[in-house]
């Protein structure tokens, strides 16, 4: 057990280490392959600078708006559809069709409809998540035992009480799965988008790295990308444990 | 398809009991309906504990769910007291899930009497005082899946005792205790009944429950559920279980209702 979290632990310095060795040595081409040293520069030069909060903060920016305007409908859309059957069976296929399509294949239309500006980033980041929110808000409810919209009833529940005490609360626990499948999707599909056609996020930042060929600052904005997607795991975990104190 | 069954609300004033006569409940099958209760006529008097008994899936659920109003009868007639301000005509106390998880002790209790739009103050202090009667005032912050089953069923209890019922309609509340503790709360049930004297509906497929609690029970057959008879319980109140097991009417009782049951167990087993 103490044997493999120090493993654990040494692995990644290890790596980190031969790699740096390897860069300083002139085995790996500095100019491909920059040191770990010469990264971490990068960065602390970046942050310094402004240049990266910058960016870091416009993106997370949109990845926040766009959780919200993609989640929100979602979990409400998701609650009909798994409390009510009609409503399932008219938008069920519907969903299923829009839900495969990759979201990065659909960015071109949005920016055709919503501009280069920040609503196309929003939207895209919103489209994203908001099927994968909204199965999962469905499967929650329709999971749920039916003794609890029994009790709901038999203590004169009407649609309204149904929908706010049994299936919305009972559907939390999966709408919160639903949320953290959809942070990844959501990083990608902003870094991507951003790739795409930006003037700034991390992704441009990436993107414009690559045209002048700082190839540090580029393995920079991925590991700024990796400890976003980490705090933000981290985030929804702690709002995960606030909102459902019953599972712990 | 028959018209429209009739579940008739409004109860003599006064009189809250349950009248149920030639109540028929009919499920669709893949071989066309599967009858589940059959001309099943009962009455429930004021403040009368009665106890319903019968082999597994003899319909006694179904019965009960038809009286909390949560399915309709196919035919017969169903009559429940009107429901009065701040009152529920009648609160049921569920077997198996009977709680919301993700409700509070003290939210749970008050479900009913928020659902009856009672004004947040006194539905609080309703809430706490049929806590503290079920004895689970220390926990009321806690959620249901922290406590033990018994706990999740005092806590069922004492919702369904803060809407202030008419009926109690209990569906096999404490099948899933160990014996121990189905004791206890049996007692406890006994004894918050005392206080209450609300009219009861016990569903149970145990014997000795039906005897112990009940001032008559009703036993039902198998599949299809009817009424095979009825039998009142004379044993004196308050009722103590150790002196109750001693007293000849008791085994006499027990015996009587086995030989009724034990034919109808084994016809539900042939056919189930």
């Not at chain 1, 060795?21 to 010469?38: H, K, M, N, T, Y």
């Not at chain 2, 069923?153 to 205790?177: G, H, K, Y």
Request: glycine share 10%; hydrophobic share 50%.
């Amino acid at each position: 057990m103490r044997h493999t979290r120090w493993l654990a632990v040494a692995s990644p310095i290890a790596f980190l280490l031969v790699w740096e060795g390897l860069s300083r040595s002139g085995i790996l081409d500095a100019r491909f392959v920059p040191a770990p040293s010469e990264i971490a520069r990068t960065l602390g030069a970046m942050t310094r600078s402004g240049v990266l909060p910058h960016h870091v903060g416009i993106s997370v920016r949109r990845i926040l708006l766009g959780f919200l305007a993609g989640s929100v409908p979602a979990v409400a859309v998701g609650l009909l559809m798994g409390m009510s059957r009609p409503v399932r069976a008219a938008l069920m296929p519907l969903v299923a069709a829009i839900y495969p399509i990759p979201k990065i294949a659909i960015y071109p239309l949005v920016i055709f409809y919503l501009g280069i500006g920040e609503a196309s980033k929003v939207s895209i980041v919103a489209l994203s998540i908001f099927f994968l929110v909204l199965l999962n808000t469905m499967a929650g409810v329709l999971g749920l035992d039916r003794a609890y919209f029994n009790i709901a009833r038999a203590y004169g529940a009407g649609t309204l009480g149904t929908f706010t005490t049994i299936a919305f609360p009972g559907a939390l626990p999966a709408i919160f799965t639903g949320l953290k499948l959809g942070m990844g999707f959501a990083l990608i599909v902003i870094v991507g988008a951003e790739l795409l056609g930006s003037d700034a996020g991390i992704g441009h930042l990436i993107w414009q790295s690559y045209q002048i060929f700082a190839v540090a600052a580029m393995f920079a904005g991925l590991l700024v990308t990796a400890v976003l997607g980490w705090l933000a795991t981290i985030a929804l975990d702690w709002l995960e444990r606030r909102a459902l104190p019953w599972r712990a | 398809m028959t018209p429209a069954p009739a579940v008739i609300p409004a109860a003599p004033p006064g009189q809250a009991r349950i009248a149920v006569a030639g109540l028929s409940k009919s499920y669709p099958g893949a071989h066309g309906p599967l009858l589940a209760l059959d001309d099943v006529t009962f009455d429930v008097g004021e403040g009368e504990f009665v106890a319903c008994i019968g082999p597994s899936g003899c319909g006694k659920t179904t019965l009960l769910h038809i009286l909390a109003g949560l399915m309709p009868p196919t035919s017969g007639m169903v009559r429940m007291p009107s429901p009065g301000p701040g009152r529920l005509p009648a609160a049921v106390v569920f077997q198996g899930i009977s709680t919301l998880p993700w409700f509070t002790v003290l939210q749970n209790v008050e479900y009913g009497l928020r659902l009856m739009g009672v004004p947040r103050q006194e539905r609080r202090e309703r809430a706490l005082d049929h806590i503290r009667r079920v004895g689970l005032l220390p926990f009321r912050d806690a959620f249901p899946p922290h406590l033990s089953e018994g706990m999740r069923q005092r806590v069922s209890i004492a919702r369904a005792l803060a809407t202030d019922p008419q009926i109690l309609l209990m569906d096999e509340p404490f099948a899933n205790l160990d014996a121990q503790n189905r004791l206890l709360l049996q007692e406890e049930l006994l004894r918050i009944w005392a206080d209450s004297r609300k009219t009861v509906l016990f569903v149970t497929h145990s014997l000795d429950e039906a005897i112990r609690l009940s001032d008559r029970v009703l036993v039902m057959s198998a599949a299809p559920g009817r009424i095979l008879m009825e039998v009142q319980i004379p044993l004196p109140r308050p009722r103590d279980f150790g002196t109750l097991r001693q007293d000849p009417r008791y085994g006499e009782l027990s015996a009587a209702l086995w030989d009724v049951l034990r034919e109808e167990v084994l016809k539900g087993r042939e056919h189930g």
